[in-house]
């Protein structure tokens, strides 16, 4: 069966449950609808490319059980590049899994995942998602990028219901509160606020704790106000990791 047409049936059926009584999809007030834009479609605007980028990864998780895995961090290259002493400290006690992916916009992961990057033996606890910024760099409307990122949770939920998602609000980016990806980011954070239910789905804002009072960035924090420094992921480690060792616990 084609994948995207799969992916569609996924989309479908979550609803039809949604109204039989079973556990509701995720982020219901961002419900699929006909026709679907790009960025809630697993279709990657350059699938050779991404195939490239994605072939470590895809050869890191080939032929493993990855069972062991309780927390997974999904995203792109803020999750991906983690400062490895940092990972260790805030997540190591959870055998956490990184499938961050440099330059991947909501339809990229959407298509990882349909594409072996969500193997069946993955089934964790908690995801903490956080994807979209690229698709705001890329002039993608807030209300299509939200879309996608409810899609993506939607996946999620239908590969492994008993995982909870962790869905954190898209970082600041530009050089002040003024800037135009500010504002698109904030909008979009505006829309998946409301795929929280705190119990299936946990919506977080981390950006807060990443600029000032005044909602500058320090270039100790984000260099190039997009991607933290060692300095900006402890930040944001911080500013996450009392809500997901809660998560981890309950």
């Not at 330059?103 to 964790?124: I, M």
């Not at 003024?178 to 909008?187: C, D, G, L």
Request: neutral net charge.
């Amino acid at each position: 069966m084609h994948r995207t047409l799969l992916h569609s049936l996924v989309s479908v059926a979550l609803l039809c449950a949604a109204g039989s009584g079973i556990a509701s999809p995720g982020c219901p007030a961002l419900a699929p609808h006909q026709p679907m834009p790009l960025e809630a479609k697993p279709q990657s605007v350059s699938v050779a490319e991404l195939r490239e980028r994605s072939a470590p990864l895809s050869a890191q998780l080939s032929g493993r059980d990855l069972g062991a895995h309780r927390l997974v961090f999904l995203g792109d290259s803020i999750t991906q590049g983690w400062d490895p002493g940092l990972w260790g400290m805030f997540w190591g006690e959870w055998s956490p899994l990184n499938l961050g992916l440099w330059g991947d916009r909501t339809q990229d992961v959407l298509w990882r995942l349909d594409h072996g990057q969500w193997p069946p033996s993955l089934k964790p606890d908690l995801v903490v998602l956080l994807i979209g910024t690229n698709n705001a760099d890329k002039g993608s409307r807030p209300e299509d990028t939200a879309l996608g990122i409810a899609e993506i949770i939607r996946v999620l939920q239908a590969r492994s219901p008993d995982t909870r998602v962790l869905l954190l609000g898209l970082l600041p980016r530009g050089e002040d509160a003024t800037s135009p990806e500010r504002r698109v980011n904030a909008r979009v954070n505006d829309l998946i606020r409301g795929c929280g239910d705190d119990r299936h789905v946990i919506y977080l804002d981390p950006g807060r704790a990443m600029v000032d009072a005044a909602g500058h960035f320090s270039p100790q924090v984000m260099a190039d106000r997009l991607h933290p420094t060692s300095l900006g992921y402890a930040l944001l480690g911080g500013a996450i990791h009392a809500r997901i060792r809660q998560l981890m616990t309950r």
